[in-house]
């Protein structure tokens, strides 16, 4: 898809989507989507000037900016949305000035919208006091898939691990003795985080579980912590259908994940008065402002608990 109007524009369109298509080697939807950013961009300028007779040399800085202003107000883009879209009008008029097509580039100091911060979904205390209940219920039994789902969600909630860096945790790295974990977190950045009573607990008893499958297993996984029936190391699918179960009926909220857990991890440890750098450390965090979101929540929170207490709120 190409814009339609003043033929010399199309040509330039035209030249950039043969570029970015054999020298940037660009997919065929982000070429896709090149095309019809470059489309919308042309069909604003076109109300913008009241005339098609305009050139690309001649659209300016400002009129980029009424652009981004159109798409956020009257269409109701995402931000997120807005900066993709910048961005391919930026690539394209880059294009234009490299080829002398045009004297500057007037996107290229077009500041990009900032990211939309959202709060985190997190569980409260009572939603996670039900999803244990309902964890421990199900191991009363012994069986192995719910003694290691209740090992599985305890240590979450006990140590704020992402995903990812529990389904990589290998035995070696788990200390029971002296409760804590050597987590090894976004590149490869290497953290100790202290493992609570219960999940402790939950894991002791997953562990007598385990062997038993490591004893007629074949091939089985010696190092990983969670393992499956068979033995290998559980996947991250499984490890998100196992949480998954946990809070489908206990939380109303849509959106909640495996990653709620260690919102929830956060925001609690929060609420309780924790140090903000010391559950930056706990997070894995490269930055304070990540960890700043969850102040945020904890905020949002007493709002509405104010607001729905106090007498003259």
């Given at each position: 898809?190409?814009?339609?109007?003043?033929?010399?524009?199309?040509?330039?369109?035209?030249?950039?989507?043969?570029?970015?298509?054999?020298?940037?080697?660009?997919?065929?939807?982000?070429?896709?989507?090149?095309?019809?950013?470059?489309?919308?961009?042309?069909?604003?300028?076109?109300?913008?000037?009241?005339?098609?007779?305009?050139?690309?040399?001649?659209?300016?800085?400002?009129?980029?900016?009424?652009?981004?202003?159109?798409?956020?107000?009257?269409?109701?883009?995402a931000r997120t949305t807005i900066a993709r879209k910048l961005s391919a009008v930026r690539s394209?008029?880059?294009?234009?000035?490299?080829?002398?097509?045009?004297?500057?580039?007037?996107?290229?100091?077009?500041?990009?919208?900032?990211?939309?911060?959202?709060?985190?979904?997190?569980?409260?205390?009572?939603?996670?006091?039900?999803?244990?209940?309902?964890?421990?219920?199900?191991?009363?039994?012994?069986?192995?898939h719910a003694l290691r789902n209740l090992a599985v969600v305890e240590l979450f909630y006990a140590?704020?691990?992402?995903?990812?860096?529990?389904?990589?945790?290998?035995?070696?790295?788990?200390?029971?003795?002296?409760?804590?974990?050597?987590?090894?977190?976004?590149?490869?950045?290497?953290?100790?985080?202290?493992?609570?009573?219960?999940?402790?607990?939950?894991?002791?008893?997953?562990?007598?579980?385990?062997?038993?499958?490591?004893?007629?297993?074949?091939?089985?996984?010696?190092?990983?912590?969670?393992?499956?029936?068979?033995?290998?190391?559980?996947?991250?699918?499984?490890?998100?259908?196992?949480?998954?179960?946990?809070?489908?009926?206990?939380?109303?909220?849509?959106?909640?994940?495996?990653?709620?857990?260690?919102?929830?991890?956060?925001?609690?440890?929060?609420?309780?008065?924790?140090?903000?750098?010391?559950?930056?450390?706990?997070?894995?965090?490269?930055?304070?402002?990540?960890?700043?979101?969850?102040?945020?929540?904890?905020?949002?929170?007493?709002?509405?608990?104010?607001?729905?207490?106090?007498?003259?709120?």
């Open positions: 898809m190409t814009p339609a109007g003043d033929p010399a524009r199309r040509e330039d369109v035209d030249a950039f989507l043969r570029y970015v298509a054999h020298e940037r080697q660009l997919s065929p939807n982000t070429l896709e989507a090149y095309s019809i950013d470059l489309a919308e961009f042309e069909a604003f300028l076109d109300r913008y000037y009241g005339a098609p007779e305009w050139t690309w040399s001649g659209v300016d800085r400002l009129s980029i900016r009424s652009w981004m202003g159109d798409m956020a107000g009257r269409r109701g883009l394209f008029y880059r294009f234009l000035h490299v080829e002398a097509r045009v004297a500057a580039n007037p996107a290229r100091t077009v500041r990009t919208p900032k990211r939309e911060r959202h709060l985190p979904g997190f569980l409260t205390r009572e939603q996670m006091d039900a999803v244990f209940r309902d964890a421990e219920a199900r191991a009363e039994g012994g069986g192995f140590t704020g691990m992402r995903l990812s860096e529990l389904q990589a945790l290998n035995l070696a790295s788990l200390d029971l003795v002296s409760d804590r974990v050597r987590v090894m977190g976004k590149g490869r950045k290497e953290r100790i985080v202290p493992v609570g009573r219960a999940a402790t607990r939950a894991l002791r008893a997953y562990y007598e579980a385990r062997e038993r499958v490591m004893e007629t297993a074949e091939r089985p996984d010696r190092r990983a912590v969670f393992v499956a029936q068979t033995g290998r190391r559980i996947t991250v699918r499984q490890i998100q259908n196992v949480v998954g179960a946990f809070l489908k009926g206990i939380a109303d909220d849509a959106g909640l994940s495996t990653h709620s857990l260690r919102h929830t991890f956060a925001t609690h440890l929060l609420d309780a008065g924790a140090d903000l750098l010391a559950v930056k450390e706990l997070l894995g965090h490269a930055s304070l402002s990540t960890t700043q979101i969850y102040t945020h929540t904890s905020r949002e929170r007493l709002k509405r608990i104010y607001r729905q207490a106090h007498p003259r709120a």
